[in-house]
């Protein structure tokens, strides 16, 4: 086998990586600052389209985590991206709040609901019948559909919460047409990320949590996967997978000696 090359860019899922329930994860904020004192490149990665990168850079400062709003990549940028690669200049029907309409308009796309291009869903707290009913009609009018992840809940202080992917399987049922989802476990969600900070698969690690989202595409990419214990995924349920990642560690404390 060939020896793995140095990292030199660095991916990490948000969510139980870097914060937990609002919280800083012990030593995330050392890693934060190994990294942008290093100048390694790297980008943090969430599936949450709601936020801007400049309200979750916010969000993260309140949480002891200085991460700029350019190291911020999320499945509403990588929709956008997407979008503009397909059909630069389109229209869309969106469901979804600022996060993604911001990230479609500086794109250049137009939001409209009249014959759109797309039909896009993402996550917001307030899905609308209304707004839904409107979706199906559109896709039944030959509207393309996207998703921008296939989560099926979401986390609230009250408890789970519908998200993007149990809204868009009843827009399924309703049209019978699947969405193309953009955010993981869709590669396209780090190729994207990759591109953005003009990083290689053979010399970038993606974090993560989750075997079945963050490991599972970071693999398909072709990135060093490192699965951190402080999130989904415990240790006793890896090998339940037909893959396993590149490296298991506790925490992304364990990984500041690895940042030069």
């Known amino acids: 086998m060939n020896e793995p090359k140095p990292i030199e ?14 919280s800083p994860v012990p030593g995330a ?3 934060i600052r190994k990294l942008r004192d290093s100048g390694r490149r790297f980008l943090v990665l969430t599936n949450n389209s709601i936020y801007t990168p400049r309200d979750l850079s916010v969000r993260l400062r309140a949480a002891g985590l200085e991460v700029p709003p350019e190291a911020i990549w999320t499945s509403a940028l990588a929709t956008a991206r997407f979008l503009d690669d397909q059909r630069p200049g389109g229209s869309a029907y969106v469901i979804g709040e600022a996060g993604l309409t911001t990230a479609l308009h500086e794109s250049g796309y137009i939001l409209t609901d009249t014959d759109p291009d ?3 869903l993402g996550e917001t707290r307030t899905y609308s019948f209304t707004a839904i009913t409107k979706a199906i009609r559109l896709i039944d009018s030959g509207s393309r559909f996207i998703a921008t992840n296939p989560d099926a809940v979401g986390p609230s202080n009250e408890g789970s919460l519908p998200a993007c992917g ?6 399924t049922k309703a049209t019978g047409v699947e969405p193309y989802f953009v955010g993981k476990p869709n590669p396209m969600m780090m190729r994207s ?3 953005a900070i003009d990083g290689h698969s053979e010399s970038t690690a993606m974090i993560g949590d989750r075997m079945d989202t963050d490991i599972v595409s ?6 060093h996967t490192i699965l ?9 349920q890896i090998d339940r997978y037909p893959f396993r990642p590149s490296r298991v560690v506790q925490s992304v404390a364990d990984l500041i000696d690895l940042v030069e």
């Not at 860019?9 to 609002?22: A, K």
């Not at 149990?166 to 827009?171: F, N, R, T």
């Open 9 to 22: 860019c660095w991916l990490s899922d948000m969510d139980g990586v870097l914060v937990h329930e609002g």
């Open 29 to 31: 904020d050392q890693f």
């Open 118 to 120: 797309y039909v896009v």
């Open 166 to 171: 149990a809204v868009a399987a009843m827009i």
């Open 193 to 195: 990320a990759l591109n």
């Open 218 to 223: 970071g693999m398909e990419a072709g990135l």
């Open 228 to 236: 951190v214990l402080t999130g989904v995924t415990s240790e006793g």
